[in-house]
């Protein structure tokens, strides 16, 4: 007996009960959308062409009805009887989950090979475990087209990632356009392209009408050479090479502060602006005569104080600004303004540091969500990078370390890809299949998660070609 057209939703849902009955899909020709829920209609109308399905939108009543209902944000239900599909959402996101839902069930359905070409009857609940879902892509280091984003954001929101975290410029390259840094064009050190004012609106649209964020970075002060080869009279040393901004010349903070009032408003409905942070050598600091004194009359140990001290004053900029600062997660205990999101990239520890500041934290730890490094040790890979199986990215859990007051500290998963090993061409190998796993960890709840089943599930959408759909979405 062939199994029930809903036992291969992935990420698994809360709950899904069995009814008697089936619904023959061959009957479907409309479906209508609650007002509320338009931007879903070119959603649903995009899957339907690619299932080959003549299923038209109409208002009113319709053979699929998605309607708002009192559910929390990203929850949804669909409910299969032999006359009708219904679905409810509470929001627009949870509309689109159901929508992507509602379609793996009718590849399930009506795959070749399969005997009846109908769903089987069913009530589904599903709520995400977590609010945050991100995924972080570096465009920096290699550049990726606007075509390309707009399908990675399509491929993002058929897994029910929700945050897309984007890694803009790094030492390799600055990929839009700034009037504050208007001498930094499309050459990379690593590959060439900037994106233009009107591909970052055309991407913004998109991200918007799938319910995704995006969340911009600017990374300093480390990270930084491409600009400061081009502005060195940022850095400590102008006549040397810095990857860091000087953190004593009140220039660089001007500087950084117009960047980051740009980037706001170049991405106005972002809520969450990444800051960086990341990695900064400290060494030019220290032997810097302008670093040094702001030292002194701040009072400070350590140019790590003054670093933190920095970037304090930037994330209260951006607080002033109506947005939400984001960092990632230091190398040393930090205090930072209690809304800063901490993203906690390179060891647990950082939740354990930071819930006393009063900080929420993002589980991006390397070894479990980097997606750059390997699934096997048979693809090229670099020396600081380990092997990250679909496994590994499935049993991602933060939730596993710690206690109560702990586990309120966190807001969600990111799971990034930096791009030193990844041109373009590379990416999807490197999303696929882990996505599918990703997308389990960061929605589905523990006592819904099991690694057999979600290898039968993911094997049975293999059979369906949904695989090649989504790759291609
Ligand atoms: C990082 O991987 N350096 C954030
Ligand atoms: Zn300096």
């Given at each position: 007996?062939p199994e ?8 698994a849902?809360v ?10 899909v ?14 879903v209609?070119?959603e ?11 299923v038209?939108?109409?208002s ?8 708002k ?6 929850a949804?239900?669909i409910?299969?009887?032999p006359?009708?599909?219904?679905i ?5 996101t ?7 839902a509602?379609?793996?069930?009718l590849?399930?359905a009506t ?8 769903l089987?009857?069913?009530?589904i609940?599903?709520?995400p475990?977590?609010p945050?879902r991100?995924f972080m892509?570096?465009?920096a280091?290699?550049?990726?087209d ?7 954001l399509?491929?993002l ?12 410029v ?5 990929r839009?356009?700034?009037?504050i ?18 591909d970052?609106?055309e991407?913004?649209?998109c ?8 969340i911009?970075?600017?990374?300093v ?18 006549a040397?090479?810095c990857?860091?901004f ?6 660089s ?26 990695e900064?050598?400290?060494?030019h600091?220290e032997k ?9 009359a701040?009072?400070?140990s350590?140019?790590r104080?003054?670093?933190n001290d ?13 947005r939400?600062?984001?960092i990632?997660g ?9 809304e800063?999101?901490?993203q ?7 939740n ?11 589980h ?19 020396s600081w990078?380990?092997e ?8 991602t ?5 710690w206690y109560?007051?702990l586990?309120?500290?966190?807001l969600g998963?990111?799971a ?15 999303l696929?299949?882990r ?6 960890s ?10 057999n089943?979600?290898l ?13 759909f989504?790759r291609?979405?």
């Open positions: 007996m029930h057209t809903a036992s291969i939703l992935i990420p849902p709950k899904m009960t069995p009814r008697p009955g089936k619904h023959q061959r009957n479907l020709t409309s479906f209508s959308v609650s007002p509320e829920f338009n931007t209609v070119p649903l109308q995009r899957l339907f062409k690619a299932l080959a399905m003549p038209e939108s109409v009113g009543a319709a053979d699929i009805e998605l309607k209902g009192p559910l929390p944000s990203g949804w239900q409910k299969i009887t006359e009708k599909i219904t409810e959402a509470g929001e627009r949870g509309a689109g989950y159901a929508a992507n509602l379609a793996q069930m590849f399930a795959a070749k090979g399969h005997p009846e070409d109908a089987d009857c069913a009530e609940e599903d709520a475990r977590y945050w991100g892509l570096d465009s280091r290699q550049f990726q606007k075509d390309f984003i707009k399908k990675f399509r491929t929101s058929a897994f029910r990632i929700n945050s897309f975290h984007w890694h803009l790094d030492s390799q390259g600055w839009y356009p700034s009037k840094a208007a001498k930094l064009g499309p050459e990379g050190s690593w590959s060439f392209g900037q994106y233009s004012r009107e970052l609106q991407i913004s649209q991200a918007r009408e799938l319910g995704i964020r995006i911009p970075e600017v990374d002060p480390g990270h930084s050479s491409f600009l400061l080869e081009h502005y060195p009279e940022y850095t400590c040393d102008p040397g090479k990857n860091e000087c953190l004593g010349k009140t220039g903070m001007k500087m950084i502060q117009e960047l980051l009032a740009e980037l706001m408003a170049i991405f106005p409905d972002s809520p969450i602006i990444h800051i960086g942070g990341d900064a050598n400290s060494a600091w810097c005569p302008d670093c040094n004194a702001a030292l002194k701040k009072n400070l350590n140019m104080e003054l670093e920095f970037m304090v004053e930037l994330a209260h900029f951006v607080l002033s600004k109506g939400t600062p984001m990632w230091p190398g040393i205990e930090q205090v930072y303004p209690p800063t999101v901490i906690s990239w390179l060891n647990f520890r950082d354990l540091r930071f819930h006393k500041h009063g900080n929420k934290v993002i991006s730890v390397h070894t479990s969500l980097y997606f750059d490094y390997p699934a096997s040790l048979n693809e090229y890979w670099e990078m380990m990250l199986s679909e496994q590994g990215v499935y049993m859990d933060p939730y596993c370390m109560e007051e586990k309120n500290t966190i998963l990111e990034c890809l930096w791009t030193e090993t990844a041109p373009q061409h590379r990416i999807m190998s490197k696929f299949p996505i599918f796993a990703y997308a389990e960061a929605w589905s709840s523990e006592e819904n998660k099991n690694w089943d979600y039968r599930r993911k094997g049975k959408l293999e059979a369906t070609g949904y695989l090649d989504i291609d979405i």
